[in-house]
């Protein structure tokens, strides 16, 4: 018999081997994808809690292989980022986005898409000409497209700072991302201005029925009530969270509970049945 030792040195030579095969192997992939437009988006409705009305939707990316194999978009997004690809697929993304929308936002004038930008977009000034392009091809007005960072993102404080305030001059509400996964969440509050905050699906799971809920979930809700910021939650699975979230004051919601990612046809008619606005 092969003694354990190098069984698992070998497993462990093995997936290293693996790794790095794909990881040189993607920028190349990555790019030829968006040649051949393989991304695509799903929009993930944005309800709002006291009336379950679809107030909104998040775009979210993936990829179609040739294979026919989808990707989700946490496997590339991150290469994407490493290999300097991540400011194209963001592109990529708006116009799309505006490829889809047709009238959207005139039928629908409150309606808000939120776009997700990366580490490298918030730290440059030219996202904002992307966004403003973005307004003037979707004939979107103030609020209605919001700009989705990750707390995760800002690295460099005052240039994230300075591009934020600049979207939010030109009318675009920004949401910080993931609330609470990153390392210093009081610092950025403190020193950038955010329309809303986005609670990270790790926090909204520990809503659960026995009463165990995580005592992290309430204390994010009164920094952003004391900081006086709208509250999202992400990845809201059961009726329970739901009401629990909204008795606590929390105003949106996201999640399986009242929608899975889908394509923007099958969001328009659940658009036409979820309200007028
Ligand atoms: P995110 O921005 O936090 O997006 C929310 C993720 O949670 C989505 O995963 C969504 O499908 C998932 N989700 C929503 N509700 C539920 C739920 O009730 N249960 C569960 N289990 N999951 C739920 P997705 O689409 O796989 O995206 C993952 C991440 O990839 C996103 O996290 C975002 O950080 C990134 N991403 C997606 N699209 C883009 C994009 O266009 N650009 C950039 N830069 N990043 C993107
Ligand atoms: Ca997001
Ligand atoms: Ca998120
Ligand atoms: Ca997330």
């Known amino acids: 018999t092969i003694p354990v030792g190098i069984l698992a040195s070998l497993l462990l030579a093995w997936s290293v081997f693996r790794i790095a095969k794909t990881r040189t192997a993607m920028p190349a992939v990555i790019k030829s994808a968006l040649k051949q437009r393989e991304f695509f988006l799903e929009y993930q409705p944005l309800v709002e809690l006291a009336t379950g009305r679809w107030i909104g939707a998040e775009a979210l990316i993936r990829w179609r292989r040739t294979t026919g194999e989808v990707v989700p978009p946490d496997i590339f997004i991150p290469v994407a980022e490493a290999c300097g690809l991540i400011q194209q697929i963001s592109q990529y993304v708006a116009k799309q986005f505006a490829s889809e929308a047709g009238d959207l936002f005139r039928r629908y004038p409150g309606f808000h898409v939120g776009i997700n930008v990366a580490a490298a977009d918030i730290h440059d000034e030219a996202t904002v000409l992307m966004f403003r392009e973005l307004a003037a091809a979707t004939g979107a007005g103030r609020n209605n ?5 990750t707390e995760r993102s800002f690295t460099d404080h005052s240039r994230a700072a300075t591009v934020i305030k600049q979207m939010r001059q030109e009318g675009f ?12 969440s009081l610092a950025y509050l403190e020193r950038i201005r955010f329309d809303y905050l986005k609670i990270d699906k790790s926090f909204v799971d520990t809503v659960n029925t026995d009463a165990a809920t995580s005592g992290v979930v309430l204390h994010i809700i009164e920094m952003a009530k004391a900081l006086n910021i709208e509250m ?30 889908m394509p923007f046809s099958q969001l328009l008619e659940g658009l036409e049945k979820s309200m007028p606005m």
């Open 232 to 261: 999202i939650a992400e990845g809201v699975e059961t009726e329970l969270q739901a009401q629990f979230l909204y008795e606590q004051g929390v105003r949106f919601g996201q999640g399986w509970l009242f929608g899975k990612p």
């Open 145 to 149: 497209i919001i700009v989705e960072a």
């Open 173 to 184: 509400p920004v949401a910080i991302d993931d609330f609470g996964t990153g390392y210093s």
